[in-house]
C-alpha cells in the first residue's frame, strides 16, 4: 500500500510569489491535514480536510489556504510568501480522523529568499 | 485546550543503554496520545498509540510507553538503543471532539554514542 505521496519535495521562492504544494494520501483515506514544521515554532496545525470540506483551520493568516479533491488529493496554497514561510509543509491522511492517527508524508521543504 | 510538553530537549545515550523520554499533557478527557519519530529530512512515523484499556502500549521498533492518568504523562522507553534510533521524538495528543488536529509537543531531540 503506497504511503503518502507530497509534491515538490524541495522548492526555494522568493518574496513575493506564491507556492502550491500537493499531497496524495493513503488510498481509502478521506482525511487530509496539513502541518507546518519550522525550528523555532515546532509542528503547527494549518487545516484539516475531509471528503472536500475544510473541518479545522489553524491559527494562520489568509495567505494560507487549501482544498481537497474528490479523490481525497489535497493541496495547499501560500500567497505573498514571506521570509517566515520558509519551513517543512507535512501532510498527513487518515482513515479515522476522530482518532487521530496520522500518516504522513516526506513533506515539501520551502525556503523564501 | 490540550498541550504537551516534553522537558528535554536533547537526550545523549549510549548504545545498547536504555531510553526513556518523558511526555506531559494536558487535555479535558480521556486523551488519545501518540508518539511519533522523524528521522532527518523524512516525515513522521507513528510509534505508538494510546486510546484505552491497557496503560502499557507495545510500539514499532522495540518501543513501549506508559499512560498514567495520575501523572497526566505518556512516557516513552527503549530497554536497549540502537544507533539507528538517533531522531527526534514528538509526543502528541488529540483530538478533542470536532477539531480533527494533534497538538504535538517541541520534540526531544535523541542522539546515540557508540
Known amino acids: 500500500k503506497a504511503g503518502v505521496t507530497q509534491t515538490p519535495r524541495y522548492l526555494i521562492k522568493t518574496r513575493g510569489q506564491q507556492v502550491t504544494l500537493s499531497c496524495s494520501p493513503i488510498s481509502g483515506h478521506r482525511s487530509v491535514s496539513w502541518y507546518q514544521q519550522t525550528p523555532g515554532q515546532g509542528l503547527q496545525f494549518l487545516f484539516e480536510?475531509?471528503?472536500?470540506?475544510?473541518?479545522n483551520k489553524g491559527n494562520f493568516p489568509g495567505r494560507f489556504s487549501g482544498r481537497q479533491f474528490s479523490n481525497s488529493r489535497s493541496e495547499m496554497n501560500v500567497s505573498t510568501l514571506e521570509l517566515g514561510d520558509s519551513a517543512l509543509y507535512l501532510c498527513?491522511?487518515?482513515?479515522?480522523?476522530?482518532?487521530?492517527?496520522?500518516?504522513f508524508g516526506e513533506g515539501s521543504r520551502l525556503t523564501v529568499l | 485546550a490540550q498541550s504537551v510538553t516534553q522537558p528535554d530537549i536533547h537526550i545523549t545515550v549510549s548504545e545498547g543503554a536504555s531510553l526513556e523520554l518523558r511526555c506531559n499533557y494536558s487535555y479535558g478527557a480521556t486523551p488519545y496520545l501518540f508518539w511519533y519519530v522523524q528521522s532527518p529530512g523524512q516525515g513522521l512515523q507513528l510509534l505508538l498509540k494510546y486510546f484505552s484499556g491497557d496503560t502499557l502500549v507495545q510500539g514499532i521498533k522495540g518501543f513501549e510507553a506508559e499512560f498514567k492518568r495520575s501523572q497526566s504523562s505518556f512516557n516513552l522507553r527503549k530497554p536497549s538503543v540502537h544507533w539507528s534510533d538517533a531522531a527526534e521524538y514528538f509526543c502528541a495528543v488529540g483530538p478533542q471532539e470536532g477539531d480533527y488536529k494533534l497538538s504535538f509537543g517541541a520534540g526531544t531531540t535523541v542522539t546515540v554514542r557508540a
Open positions: 480536510y475531509f471528503s472536500e470540506t475544510q473541518r
Open positions: 498527513a491522511s487518515s482513515g479515522t480522523a476522530h482518532t487521530g492517527e496520522l500518516f
